[in-house]
């Protein structure tokens, strides 16, 4: 590796301060990762939703036109997302929006310059953000979250003979290791799940609670709905869930830092209490399978096979990888959430 890469700058670093946080390793390594190249498609690391198929964003967008009819077509109104992506998430969503006559502002909440010219390209007149800071604070909000939680840098905590302690990440004869910290974290852990036996590792996510929490804020006290869709869980769950990815494969989290995409699976059932604590209404979480199936994603791939027969077999098998459990439709989940006073939205049935 080259002087400058950001391997050598943690070795340096741990060698002069000793051991870093596992949330300062992966916080640091997506930052290098996403500033400086486009890791989506065939070509980059990973393909999202949005690229297997156009009805994925149309299907969003009509989910959205619907609640916002219902709520009233209260103006003005703004489409927001973040971590957009190569931006087909919003422009399919838009053209499926207008159809009904929803023509929001749109807002795309974006760090990357690289991504962002691209993201102009689908979606002309897109308003860029650093973060949500800056979206007006007037009219409702119609928030879209694919795959961005999940990025965000996770805290591992481990149950040690001495108390919980921070997972960090020191230098060994291999390269970097896992190692606990020395300073007592138990505060740091909630209260249900303090007592565990010596070896419970969990994970939480600071970002990610940041997030839901001034999200769940806006649609309270502006109106509108949001949708996060990511991989992870819908009940509390101990163990690491970090990975890294690149061109298409898994490798070993801590291998190439700033060279891989690393990501965590997101805990569900702590955004929806941090969502309920700012008062937002849940709709439920679902799996991603079952969302879009009472969408009508089924329906949607009959009617464009029917309108380009040429396309079917490609248009099916973008249908499959989207919903079927053994590919995208199980480990993915999709959570709704709206202001206290708009209606449910369809494919959601809280418990």
Not at 124 to 151: C, K, Q, R, W, Y
Not at 188 to 216: D, H, K, N, Q, S
Request: glycine content about 10%; overall charge negative; charged content about 25%.
């Amino acid at each position: 590796m080259s002087e400058g890469s950001l391997s050598d700058i943690f070795k340096r670093l741990i060698a002069s301060t000793g051991p870093i946080s596992l949330m300062h390793f992966m916080g640091e390594s997506n930052l290098r990762y996403y500033s400086d190249r486009d890791p989506l498609g065939a070509e980059g690391d990973f393909i999202t939703a949005p690229e297997i198929s156009q009805m994925f964003g149309e299907l969003i967008g009509l989910w959205l036109a619907d609640l916002w009819i219902r709520a009233g077509k209260t103006e003005p109104v703004h489409f927001v997302e973040l971590g957009p992506g190569r931006g087909y998430l919003a422009r399919d969503a838009a053209r499926a929006m207008k159809r009904y006559g929803l023509e929001p502002r749109m807002h795309l909440v974006e760090g990357s310059v690289r991504l962002r010219d691209e993201q102009l390209r689908q979606v002309p007149g897109a308003i860029f953000h650093n973060d949500l800071s800056t979206v007006p604070m007037e009219g409702p909000v119609l928030l879209v979250a694919n795959e961005f939680l999940d990025a965000l840098p996770v805290r591992q905590l481990v149950m040690t003979e001495e108390g919980w302690r921070e997972i960090m990440v020191g230098v060994g004869e291999d390269g970097f290791a896992l190692v606990p910290g020395q300073q007592r974290m138990d505060s740091a852990v909630p209260e249900t799940r303090r007592e565990a036996e010596v070896g419970t590792l969990i994970e939480t996510c600071p970002g990610a609670a940041a997030t839901m929490f001034e999200v769940a804020g806006r649609l309270t006290n502006q109106g509108g709905a949001a949708l996060f869709i990511d991989y992870g869980h819908v009940a509390p769950r101990n163990g690491s869930t970090l990975q890294a990815v690149r061109a298409h494969k898994k490798l070993d989290p801590l291998a190439a830092p700033g060279e891989a995409d690393l990501t965590a699976h997101v805990d569900f059932d702590q955004m929806k209490q941090i969502a309920l604590s700012r008062g937002a209404k849940w709709m439920g979480t679902t799996t991603q399978g079952q969302w879009l199936k009472a969408l009508g994603i089924e329906q949607r791939a009959d009617a464009l096979a029917e309108f380009a027969p040429e396309h079917r077999e490609a248009l099916m098998s973008a249908r499959d990888r989207l919903v079927d459990a053994d590919q995208m439709g199980e480990l993915f989940k999709v959570m709704g959430l709206c202001a206290p006073e708009w209606p449910d939205g369809a494919g959601f049935n809280p418990e």
